[in-house]
């Protein structure tokens, strides 16, 4: 309450200053009357004990000049009369205003650019619910495995961030961890061709899985997102358009729910958009769509080859992604994930490891691991933000010697 009281006594010294002056002479005046009264109380006549008690007092303006100070408000006039007399003086100067206002605005634009592209691109989380809960799954062994990764080429024996994994082993884990509240893969994005609502363009689509979006915890703006039914294998394809892609391609239309569009040779049904701030889950790789994992036999890169990935154990090329619940540590969703990892792998129907190559599944925060191409371009935004505040610096400087040459020529 004191604070607040504090507060209440500063905006009334502010904004109703005539009151607060005729109340602080009011309380003057009183304090002046009480002592008078004391002293004719004590027999002093009544003229001689009202000019006894003035000079006590003395000049009540010293009171009322430390009343102001205890509540700030000589400060706030100060600043006011520095301004008004700073604003004169520029305007007296126009020339110099020009070239001051000019060097600052230069030196502060280029900060401003600079912050803004290095906290949209390094500082911001991940634009999802609860990032802090997100783990991306990765996995190490000390020889390599005998399957091959989503390239093509062999796998090796230690990835981090990232690492691919077979979509039956996601389905397995997705099915037997216990310590995850939320389970998702995805894979791309992938150029194809789009057409269907004017002309054909390229468009960069994510396989996802049944659980994307909810693990993720992202809604959509229109319409709804991809669900278990739409990964079954006989379902009818669906996507769901992100939000820029929606405003850029389609003019924000919202009948855009139910168009059926050509993705390279297979008809695809538009079944919802993403929410305007998810923007990306992998810094510098744009998505204009995500469609189902189970589309992923029908709708290929130029990488992707003529195997059937769906099913087949020894293609790793989904990412794959865990929440933890509530409670639930990395380390123990990491003992858990590597208990599974270790029985598929070891003994599952076709062996991928030895025992002594320990197998092992590690799991790190998902922002940390999903940098995209801020890993690549970071130190250059580092450096370009270090020069642009040298320019800062070299305009005040500037602006600080134009100043002083104006002190000294007046």
């Not at 399957?147 to 230690?158: E, Q, R, T």
């Not at 123990?332 to 599974?340: D, K, L, Y």
């Not at 580092?382 to 040298?390: C, E, G, L, Q």
């Not at 610096?393 to 500037?398: D, H, K, Q, R, T």
């Amino acid at each position: 309450m004191s604070l607040l009281a504090a507060l209440r006594t500063f905006a009334l010294s502010v904004f109703r200053r005539s009151r607060v002056e005729h109340d602080m002479d009011e309380e003057l005046r009183a304090h002046i009357a009480n002592r008078a009264a004391d002293l004719e109380r004590s027999g002093m006549p009544r003229a001689e004990s009202l000019r006894r008690a003035r000079l006590e007092f003395g000049g009540y303006q010293k009171y009322k000049e430390q009343i102001r100070e205890s509540v700030g408000v000589n400060f706030i006039e100060s600043a006011i009369q520095d301004i008004r007399y700073a604003l004169r003086m520029l305007a007296k100067s126009p020339g110099f205003t020009t070239v001051a206002i000019l060097t600052l605005a230069l030196g502060i634009g280029a900060n401003t650019a600079i912050f803004s592209l290095i906290d949209g691109v390094l500082l911001r989380s991940l634009p999802v619910k609860a990032p802090q809960q997100l783990v991306v799954f990765s996995w190490s062994a000390h020889a390599k495995p005998t399957y091959k990764n989503g390239s093509g080429s062999s796998g090796y024996g230690d990835c981090s961030g990232g690492c691919s994994f077979s979509v039956p082993f996601f389905r397995t884990i997705d099915a037997q961890a216990k310590t995850f509240s939320g389970m998702a893969a995805f894979a791309g994005p992938i150029d194809v061709d789009l057409t269907g609502h004017g002309t054909a363009s390229i468009a960069r689509g994510t396989y996802v899985s049944a659980d994307f979006f909810s693990t993720l915890g992202v809604n959509t703006f229109i319409g709804r997102p991809l669900t278990a039914s739409d990964n079954a294998p006989s379902a009818p394809p669906a996507i769901v358009l992100s939000y820029a892609y929606w405003v850029r391609a389609f003019g924000s239309d919202r009948s855009v729910i139910g168009r059926t569009v050509q993705l390279d040779n297979t008809a695809a049904t538009i079944v919802g958009v993403t929410d305007p701030h998810f923007t990306n889950l992998t810094p510098g790789k744009l998505q204009d769509f995500f469609m189902p994992l189970s589309l992923a036999d029908s709708i290929k890169g130029e990488w992707w080859g003529h195997q059937e990935r769906l099913n087949d154990p020894s293609e790793w090329w989904v990412v794959m992604l865990g929440r933890l619940k509530p409670g639930v540590s990395i380390g123990q969703a990491q003992a858990a994930a590597t208990t599974i990892f270790r029985n598929v792998m070891l003994h599952g129907s076709t062996p991928v490891f030895k025992e002594a190559d320990e197998p092992a599944i590690h799991l790190e925060l998902a922002h940390a691991v999903l940098t995209g191409e801020t890993s690549y371009i970071a130190p250059m935004l580092y450096v370009i933000m270090s020069i642009v505040a040298f320019i800062l610096l070299i305009a005040c400087a500037n602006v600080a010697g134009l100043t002083l040459a104006r002190s000294a020529s007046r």
